[in-house]
Protein backbone atom coordinates (compact mmCIF):
# COMPACT_ATOMS: atom_id res chain seq x y z
CA UNK A 1 0.00 0.00 0.00
CA UNK A 2 0.93 3.35 -0.94
CA UNK A 3 0.77 7.11 -0.61
CA UNK A 4 -0.65 7.27 3.37
CA UNK A 5 -3.94 4.83 2.94
CA UNK A 6 -5.73 2.82 5.75
CA UNK A 7 -6.01 -1.09 4.97
CA UNK A 8 -8.92 -2.68 7.85
CA UNK A 9 -9.15 -6.36 7.79
CA UNK A 10 -12.16 -7.67 9.51
CA UNK A 11 -12.72 -11.10 8.49
CA UNK A 12 -12.19 -13.51 5.77
CA UNK A 13 -8.38 -14.86 5.15
CA UNK A 14 -5.75 -13.60 3.13
CA UNK A 15 -3.92 -17.02 1.85
CA UNK A 16 -0.71 -17.36 0.35
CA UNK A 17 -0.23 -13.01 0.14
CA UNK A 18 1.30 -10.33 2.85
CA UNK A 19 0.58 -7.06 3.74
CA UNK A 20 3.39 -4.35 2.88
CA UNK A 21 3.35 -0.81 3.98
CA UNK A 22 5.55 1.08 1.31
CA UNK A 23 7.72 4.68 2.41
CA UNK A 24 4.71 6.89 1.62
CA UNK A 25 3.23 5.34 4.89
CA UNK A 26 0.31 4.58 5.96
CA UNK A 27 -1.61 2.10 8.27
CA UNK A 28 -2.83 -1.29 8.50
CA UNK A 29 -5.59 -1.73 11.33
CA UNK A 30 -6.50 -5.68 11.52
CA UNK A 31 -9.33 -6.68 13.62
CA UNK A 32 -10.20 -10.12 12.42
CA UNK A 33 -9.55 -12.34 9.72
CA UNK A 34 -6.35 -14.62 8.93
CA UNK A 35 -3.32 -14.15 7.55
CA UNK A 36 -1.51 -17.55 6.09
CA UNK A 37 0.13 -19.93 4.18
CA UNK A 38 2.39 -16.57 3.10
CA UNK A 39 5.39 -17.73 1.26
CA UNK A 40 7.27 -14.52 0.44
CA UNK A 41 10.67 -12.44 0.07
CA UNK A 42 9.32 -10.13 3.24
CA UNK A 43 7.57 -10.42 6.15
CA UNK A 44 4.25 -11.42 6.10
CA UNK A 45 3.16 -7.87 7.62
CA UNK A 46 5.50 -5.76 6.91
CA UNK A 47 6.41 -1.75 6.76
CA UNK A 48 9.34 -0.12 4.95
CA UNK A 49 11.28 2.44 6.73
CA UNK A 50 9.49 5.54 7.83
CA UNK A 51 7.71 7.66 10.98
CA UNK A 52 4.19 7.45 8.71
CA UNK A 53 3.98 3.67 8.90
CA UNK A 54 1.78 2.61 11.82
CA UNK A 55 0.47 -1.39 12.52
CA UNK A 56 -2.34 -1.75 14.97
CA UNK A 57 -3.37 -5.24 16.07
CA UNK A 58 -6.58 -5.66 17.12
CA UNK A 59 -7.68 -9.40 16.41
CA UNK A 60 -7.71 -11.83 13.77
CA UNK A 61 -4.48 -14.21 13.66
CA UNK A 62 -1.33 -14.62 11.77
CA UNK A 63 -0.21 -17.75 11.51
CA UNK A 64 0.92 -20.22 9.53
CA UNK A 65 3.70 -18.04 7.38
CA UNK A 66 7.11 -19.03 6.26
CA UNK A 67 8.92 -15.98 4.36
CA UNK A 68 12.37 -16.50 3.25
CA UNK A 69 13.65 -12.92 4.85
CA UNK A 70 12.53 -10.71 7.95
CA UNK A 71 9.68 -12.15 10.34
CA UNK A 72 6.71 -14.71 9.92
CA UNK A 73 4.36 -12.14 11.66
CA UNK A 74 4.81 -8.85 11.63
CA UNK A 75 8.34 -6.86 10.62
CA UNK A 76 8.92 -3.09 12.37
CA UNK A 77 10.17 -1.16 9.77
CA UNK A 78 12.60 1.75 11.38
CA UNK A 79 10.75 4.57 12.09
CA UNK A 80 7.51 2.54 12.29
CA UNK A 81 5.13 2.29 15.02
CA UNK A 82 3.41 -1.46 15.85
CA UNK A 83 0.65 -1.65 18.61
CA UNK A 84 -1.12 -4.77 19.49
CA UNK A 85 -3.99 -4.60 21.70
CA UNK A 86 -5.52 -8.28 20.99
CA UNK A 87 -5.36 -10.64 18.01
CA UNK A 88 -2.59 -13.56 17.82
CA UNK A 89 0.68 -14.20 15.95
CA UNK A 90 1.56 -18.04 15.93
CA UNK A 91 2.99 -21.01 14.49
CA UNK A 92 5.27 -18.69 12.25
CA UNK A 93 8.73 -18.77 11.02
CA UNK A 94 11.23 -16.18 9.61
CA UNK A 95 14.19 -15.67 8.99
CA UNK A 96 15.16 -13.02 11.28
CA UNK A 97 12.63 -12.96 13.76
CA UNK A 98 9.63 -15.86 14.24
CA UNK A 99 7.04 -13.81 15.49
CA UNK A 100 7.79 -10.12 15.55
CA UNK A 101 11.16 -8.20 14.78
CA UNK A 102 12.69 -4.96 14.28
CA UNK A 103 14.58 -2.97 11.31
CA UNK A 104 18.14 -1.50 12.47
CA UNK A 105 18.18 1.74 12.61
CA UNK A 106 19.39 4.31 10.07
CA UNK A 107 21.00 7.51 9.68
CA UNK A 108 17.28 8.77 9.11
CA UNK A 109 15.17 6.70 11.20
CA UNK A 110 15.38 5.33 14.65
CA UNK A 111 14.38 0.98 15.63
CA UNK A 112 10.84 1.59 15.24
CA UNK A 113 8.67 0.76 18.33
CA UNK A 114 6.22 -1.63 19.71
CA UNK A 115 3.62 -1.42 21.94
CA UNK A 116 1.58 -4.46 23.73
CA UNK A 117 -1.66 -4.46 26.11
CA UNK A 118 -4.70 -6.48 26.15
CA UNK A 119 -5.06 -9.92 25.03
CA UNK A 120 -2.18 -10.13 22.66
CA UNK A 121 -0.35 -13.65 22.14
CA UNK A 122 2.63 -14.26 20.06
CA UNK A 123 3.40 -17.90 20.68
CA UNK A 124 5.02 -20.84 18.84
CA UNK A 125 6.87 -18.85 16.31
CA UNK A 126 10.50 -19.73 15.44
CA UNK A 127 13.80 -19.52 13.27
CA UNK A 128 15.76 -22.07 12.41
CA UNK A 129 13.64 -24.26 14.22
CA UNK A 130 14.27 -22.84 17.53
CA UNK A 131 11.70 -20.88 19.86
CA UNK A 132 11.48 -16.58 18.47
CA UNK A 133 8.42 -14.25 19.13
CA UNK A 134 9.09 -10.94 19.57
CA UNK A 135 13.03 -10.81 18.65
CA UNK A 136 14.09 -7.64 20.76
CA UNK A 137 17.59 -6.06 19.14
CA UNK A 138 20.13 -4.96 21.78
CA UNK A 139 18.79 -2.03 23.76
CA UNK A 140 15.31 -2.49 22.65
CA UNK A 141 12.02 -2.58 24.73
CA UNK A 142 8.44 -3.15 24.66
CA UNK A 143 5.76 -0.86 25.77
CA UNK A 144 3.32 -2.36 28.03
CA UNK A 145 0.17 0.58 27.74
CA UNK A 146 -3.00 -0.08 30.21
CA UNK A 147 -3.83 -3.87 31.27
CA UNK A 148 -2.43 -6.89 30.00
CA UNK A 149 -5.61 -9.38 30.78
CA UNK A 150 -4.77 -12.99 29.46
CA UNK A 151 -1.40 -11.51 26.83
CA UNK A 152 0.65 -14.26 26.45
CA UNK A 153 4.06 -12.97 24.74
CA UNK A 154 7.44 -15.14 24.37
CA UNK A 155 10.74 -12.95 23.84
CA UNK A 156 13.71 -13.24 23.06
CA UNK A 157 16.95 -11.11 23.25
CA UNK A 158 20.27 -10.51 20.74
CA UNK A 159 21.96 -11.31 23.82
CA UNK A 160 20.82 -13.09 27.06
CA UNK A 161 22.34 -12.05 30.65
CA UNK A 162 24.92 -13.69 32.27
CA UNK A 163 24.08 -15.30 35.77
CA UNK A 164 23.54 -12.83 38.05
CA UNK A 165 22.48 -10.28 35.58
CA UNK A 166 19.54 -8.92 33.45
CA UNK A 167 18.29 -7.28 30.23
CA UNK A 168 14.88 -5.06 30.58
CA UNK A 169 12.72 -6.34 28.00
CA UNK A 170 9.70 -3.81 28.55
CA UNK A 171 9.05 -0.44 30.14
CA UNK A 172 5.15 0.54 31.94
CA UNK A 173 3.79 1.72 34.70
CA UNK A 174 2.66 -0.24 38.47
CA UNK A 175 3.77 -3.57 36.56
CA UNK A 176 3.79 -6.59 38.99
CA UNK A 177 4.32 -10.17 39.15
CA UNK A 178 1.02 -10.63 36.86
CA UNK A 179 2.51 -8.52 34.08
CA UNK A 180 5.74 -10.55 34.36
CA UNK A 181 3.73 -14.15 34.01
CA UNK A 182 2.25 -12.81 30.60
CA UNK A 183 6.23 -12.71 28.97
CA UNK A 184 7.89 -16.41 28.76
CA UNK A 185 11.61 -16.29 27.49
CA UNK A 186 12.34 -18.04 24.40
CA UNK A 187 15.46 -19.29 25.90
CA UNK A 188 13.72 -21.37 28.80
CA UNK A 189 15.75 -23.08 31.29
CA UNK A 190 16.82 -21.09 34.43
CA UNK A 191 16.01 -17.82 33.00
CA UNK A 192 12.94 -15.95 34.26
CA UNK A 193 11.27 -12.41 34.17
CA UNK A 194 10.60 -10.54 36.88
CA UNK A 195 9.20 -6.84 37.73
CA UNK A 196 11.70 -4.23 39.51
CA UNK A 197 11.40 -2.76 43.14
CA UNK A 198 9.58 0.34 41.21
CA UNK A 199 6.84 -1.63 38.54
CA UNK A 200 8.93 0.21 36.16
CA UNK A 201 10.38 -2.65 34.08
CA UNK A 202 10.48 -6.51 33.12
CA UNK A 203 13.31 -7.77 33.08
CA UNK A 204 15.29 -11.22 31.49
CA UNK A 205 17.69 -12.54 34.18
CA UNK A 206 19.65 -15.53 35.20
CA UNK A 207 19.19 -15.92 38.99
CA UNK A 208 22.41 -16.86 40.95
CA UNK A 209 23.60 -20.17 41.23
CA UNK A 210 22.75 -21.19 45.09
CA UNK A 211 24.59 -23.24 47.00
CA UNK A 212 23.19 -24.93 50.42
CA UNK A 213 25.29 -25.53 52.59
CA UNK A 214 25.05 -27.39 56.27
CA UNK A 215 26.36 -25.13 59.37
CA UNK A 216 25.69 -27.67 62.48
CA UNK A 217 22.64 -29.16 61.48
CA UNK A 218 21.29 -25.47 59.85
CA UNK A 219 20.88 -25.52 56.80
CA UNK A 220 21.59 -22.14 54.68
CA UNK A 221 22.25 -20.87 51.08
CA UNK A 222 25.71 -18.73 49.78
CA UNK A 223 24.75 -17.03 46.78
CA UNK A 224 28.69 -16.33 45.10
Excluded at 125 to 152: C, D, F, H, R, W
Excluded at 189 to 196: A, E, L, N
Aim: glycine residues 18%.
Amino acid sequence: MQFGGTINLYGGTLDGTHVELAQSGGTFNMYGGKITNYRGSVGTVTGQNNTRVFINLYGGEISGNNPSKESGGVWIGAGNQFKMYGGTIRNNTGAKAGGVGFESANTTYQVGTMTVSGSAVIQNNTVNGSANNVYLPGGKTLQISGQLNGAKIGVSVSSLPKEGSQVTIAKGSALTDADSACFTPDAGGVYRITPDAAGATLNLGMPPHEHPVSTGGEKVTWLP
